[in-house]
């Protein structure tokens, strides 16, 4: 079965540092990982995915996203935040099987200090 | 990536009714998904909706409280049912587009009293 851990339920950090979002997982195959963000009073929007290709993924707004698969984790990153990146982020995972079996995190809220 | 729209974006509805959401995507999925977002927490998924068949629904759902109509490849309907103030939650649907990645609406933000 497939599971998502998110470490940290709130982060904050000031404008211009370093962002790191931490999510481990869990699962008997080989995954595919997913982290998406959402604005308040929005849906979910998709940042980036890892699906077993290059394990440093990058995706929109200079976000990126390491696989490691040593340490089961998919740690999401960004050098330099923006007062814009305050959001819930979420990770997900499935198990390869087709995006119909997508397990959800909990969430971690980012709130950017100016 | 699909476009996806709901309707309606939000409600304020009195225990006991019904409110059925609406899930529009602007092109030709074979898979629809229903979740809900419960204040503060993570999503979870209600069912799965694929064109001409029941849905299925995962474990703590059921079809009389959350009947789901599927009637073609582009358009889907969650009904919350007999509502309580614990189905106030935002609902939303997704669907499966290219690169086994699920597309996520706007979302329906239910509030019941």
């Known amino acids: 079965a497939q599971s998502v851990t998110q470490l940290g339920s709130h982060v904050s950090v000031s404008e211009g540092a370093l962002v790191l979002l931490r999510c481990n997982y869990s699962?008997?195959?080989?995954?595919?990982l997913f982290w998406y963000v959402q604005y308040p009073n929005q849906g979910l929007q998709l940042l980036l995915k890892?699906?077993?290709?290059?394990?440093l993924v990058k995706g929109i707004n200079g976000f990126e996203a390491e696989f490691k698969k040593s340490e089961t984790s998919f740690h999401l990153t960004k050098p330099s935040a923006h007062m814009s990146d305050a959001a819930e982020y979420f990770c997900?995972?499935?198990?390869?099987?087709?995006?119909?079996?997508?397990?959800f995190g909990t969430g971690t809220r980012l709130t950017v200090i100016p | 990536s699909a476009v996806i729209s709901q309707k309606p974006s939000r409600d304020i509805c009195q225990r006991g009714t019904s409110l059925t959401i609406q899930c529009q995507v602007d092109?030709?999925?074979?898979?629809m998904f229903w979740y809900r977002q419960q204040p503060g927490q993570s999503l979870t998924l209600i069912a799965t909706?694929?064109?001409?068949?029941?849905?299925?629904?995962e474990s703590g759902f059921v079809i009389d409280k959350f009947p789901i109509s599927r009637p073609n490849l582009t358009f889907s309907t969650l009904t919350v049912s007999n509502m309580s103030p614990e189905d106030s939650s935002i609902y939303l649907c997704?669907?499966?587009?290219?690169?086994?990645?699920?597309?996520f609406g706007p979302g329906t933000r239910l509030l019941v009293l």
């Open positions: 997704s669907v499966e587009g290219l690169g086994e990645t699920q597309y």
């Open positions: 092109s030709q999925v074979t898979m």
């Open positions: 699962s008997s195959v080989p995954p595919y």
């Open positions: 890892y699906t077993s290709a290059a394990t």
């Open positions: 997900a995972v499935s198990d390869q099987t087709g995006a119909n079996n997508l397990f």
């Open positions: 909706a694929n064109q001409g068949s029941e849905a299925t629904y």
